[in-house]
């Protein structure tokens, strides 16, 4: 008997004490090609007209550089960092990382699983049929076979992550000094005020004092509101609208996306055959016909997405803008800091810019906090360097940034260096099971 209480006592204290373990997927951005034709190798696939219907976004591009190329070893790099933390002798190395940092001389132990969603590009593989096979973001019929095979999206799902961190280059348009930004998308609230304000229900106004009102223009020619007036109408129904957010354009479709990855939202079995039926319900193509039906929109609803996705410590963007914001920050605070030490220069690292605004794909369709990050900018001579030169104090800037997000981390203070992190944790517990939802056992 008291063996088997001892027993029992040694199994309690092993799972008291047992180290925190956290789940991240480290998502180089792109990997694929945009090659003609669509039918073949594009992206989106739509099971009611059972096409691509968009070319596969293969990212930027400046001479000879390329947003793929950049951000693999970047990835591959910060996914080796992370692992540091599975083991001992691992945590030991991690732990003069986080010195870089933290004025501490104890930190708390976590295990950080890292994953990656690809590890090369399409060059990699100049043989094959299919180029994008193994980096499009949405599900996709097998060439050969016709089975359904998971895009990035699901796979990411797949793992059950606590944090997405989704690495990613932009352009720098003419003047702009390069640096680095957050992407966003809002929550079903401000959708359903995008939804009113066409619908002549809400003024203009009461989106226009908003933070997300800097809405990204892909529409040219359309001010920021009428371009989030048509994600709004292309998050409920699908389809773009016209110039006055009250027609929908029917040759224009981007699909209905919840449908379009392997997850636990996912419309039930023949949803196609109602979503032709063009009547009132989730499928409908106009505001007034529209009702948020399904355990898409009842997710949509929820409190989760709205911390994830809108308010939060930063002032908008909930808990991905807070995460987003942090990793740069300490990407901010850990180049200056280490190129400091090691070379006594001081150097120059382009800003945190405005985050882009719109219903990217991430961000939206992952249950996990989601730093969407344009870590650079390609066109950019000194953010290329940072990525390419200093690529390992990056990416220990990053691992550093993702365990405070779990652990929260005093930071050390720098006089000479202008911008610290906050070093604060999430809130992970009042998510509860929300991660571990998001696919089926």
């Not at 104890?106 to 060059?123: D, F, H, P, V």
């Not at 929550?187 to 990204?216: C, H, Q, R």
């Not at 399904?294 to 949509?300: T, Y």
């Not at 996705?309 to 908008?316: C, N, V």
Request: hydrophobic share 30%; with cysteine.
């Amino acid at each position: 008997m008291k063996l088997f209480l001892f027993s029992i006592f040694l199994s309690l204290s092993s799972s008291a004490f047992a180290n925190p373990v956290y789940t991240v997927v480290v998502d180089a951005g792109h990997g694929g090609v945009a090659k003609e034709p669509i039918s073949e190798h594009g992206d989106k696939y739509d099971s009611i007209s059972q096409t691509y219907l968009e070319k596969y976004k293969q990212g930027t591009e400046n001479d000879k550089e390329t947003e793929r190329g950049i951000m693999l070893p970047l990835a591959l790099e910060l996914d080796q960092i992370l692992r540091l933390t599975e083991t001992e002798e691992g945590w030991k190395q991690f732990e003069t990382y986080l010195s870089h940092f933290s004025k501490s001389k104890k930190w708390k132990r976590i295990i950080i699983k890292s994953n990656l969603t690809r590890k090369s590009n399409y060059e990699d593989d100049p043989n094959s049929s299919d180029p994008n096979a193994a980096y499009r973001l949405y599900d996709y019929p097998d060439k050969k076979t016709g089975e359904r095979k998971k895009g990035r999206i699901s796979l990411i799902n797949e793992k059950k992550p606590h944090l997405v961190v989704s690495l990613h280059m932009n352009p720098a348009s003419k003047g702009q000094e390069g640096g680095m930004a957050a992407v966003l998308t809002p929550g079903y609230n401000t959708f359903v005020l995008l939804k009113e304000i066409s619908e002549g229900k809400k003024k203009a106004s009461k989106f226009n004092s908003l933070p997300w009102s800097d809405w990204l223009v892909f529409a040219s020619g359309h001010s920021k509101l009428e371009n989030a007036v048509i994600d709004a109408w292309i998050y409920f129904h699908g389809y773009w609208t016209d110039r006055s957010g009250k027609k929908t354009l029917l040759d224009q479709f981007e699909g209905y996306r919840q449908n379009m990855i392997s997850w636990s939202y996912a419309d039930e079995k023949g949803w196609e055959k109602i979503a032709a039926s063009n009547g009132k319900g989730p499928y409908a193509k106009s505001h007034a016909l529209f009702q948020p039906e399904g355990k898409f929109w009842e997710r949509e609803k929820g409190k989760q997405e709205s911390w994830r996705r809108e308010g939060g410590r930063e002032g908008f963007g909930g808990d991905n803008h807070f995460a987003s914001k942090e990793l740069m920050r300490f990407v901010q605070y850990g180049l200056r800091e280490q190129i400091q030490k090691r070379t006594g220069a001081f150097p120059d690292v382009g800003p945190i810019q405005k985050p882009y605004i719109s219903t990217y794909s991430l961000p939206t369709y992952t249950n996990a906090i989601c730093a969407f990050l344009e870590i650079g900018y390609i066109n950019r001579k000194r953010d290329v360097s940072h990525l390419t030169k200093n690529r390992k104090e990056v990416a220990i800037s990053l691992a550093v940034g993702i365990y405070s997000l779990f652990a929260g981390l005093e930071i050390k203070k720098n006089k000479s260096i202008p911008i610290h992190p906050k070093g604060l944790r999430i809130n992970w517990e009042r998510y509860q099971n929300y991660f571990q939802e998001v696919v089926k056992d």
